[in-house]
């Protein structure tokens, strides 16, 4: 299944795979340290105003990620309460362009949240939300079902097939760079492992080349 390779691989590793994949501002960034998440985007707006992504968490089907637009305000609109129901509702994840709070709470319930940080104080619960619209998260355009993949390097956007034209190639890279820790364990150096003197001369010389793993 897509979503559970493309939580078993790097983030970096995508983007190895796919230079061009859309990257959110790293300074939206994980919350919880060592987790990863996958899943389609649920996009809502709030700003100033938690009372959205209440809605949201029961709207949202099971495994969708919350992707939060807040027009980088600067209130918390999501906190531990949420991230308890989300992880009850089995969402996948919580990506808030924004703040959020409670963060000792966070790191024990283990859903991923990403954020740009985080602040005490809450918004107001007047705002009923606007749900399933294009957003601007991170200077990234976040579509209703879009695949939302992140982890501790950060988070990425694209469409489920851009996702399946990379994730072998990702895959791959993950392999590779297994087999060059191994060898590095074993004591042999990394350079010995590449064709870095070759790439070295041959970009010296001006002739087409590529850095390449010898595993």
């Known amino acids: 299944m897509l979503l559970e390779r493309l939580r078993n691989v790097q ?7 796919d230079k061009g994949l859309a990257v959110v501002d ?3 960034r994980a919350m919880v340290p ?7 985007a649920f996009t809502l707006l ?4 938690h009372l959205p992504v209440l809605v949201a ?15 980088t305000l600067r209130k918390a609109v999501s906190g531990e309460l949420f991230a308890t129901e989300a992880r009850r509702r089995g969402i996948a994840a919580i990506v808030i362009d924004g703040y959020c ?21 809450s918004g107001t619960t007047r705002d009923p939300g606007t749900f399933g619209r294009e957003v601007l ?4 355009r976040v579509a209703p079902g879009d695949l939302v993949v992140g982890d501790d390097d950060g988070v990425v956007v ?16 993950e392999r590779a760079e297994q087999a060059l820790l191994a060898g590095m364990a074993r004591g042999r150096s990394l350079h010995e492992m590449t064709n870095v003197d070759e790439h070295l001369q041959a970009l010296e010389a001006d002739v087409p080349t590529s850095l390449t793993f010898r595993v």
């Open 11 to 17: 983030v970096s590793s995508l983007c190895d795979a």
């Open 101 to 121: 709070r409670d963060l000792r709470g966070l790191r024990r319930i283990g859903l991923p949240v990403h954020a740009r940080g985080t602040t005490p104080m």
């Open 57 to 71: 968490l029961r709207e949202a089907e099971p495994g969708s990620v919350l992707v939060v637009a807040t027009n």
């Open 46 to 49: 709030a700003y100033d105003d």
């Open 34 to 40: 060592d987790v990863s998440f996958a899943g389609p």
């Open 26 to 28: 790293p300074a939206i």
């Open 137 to 140: 998260i991170g200077r990234v």
């Open 158 to 173: 694209g469409s489920r097939e851009r996702f399946e034209a990379a994730i072998d190639q990702a895959e791959e890279i």
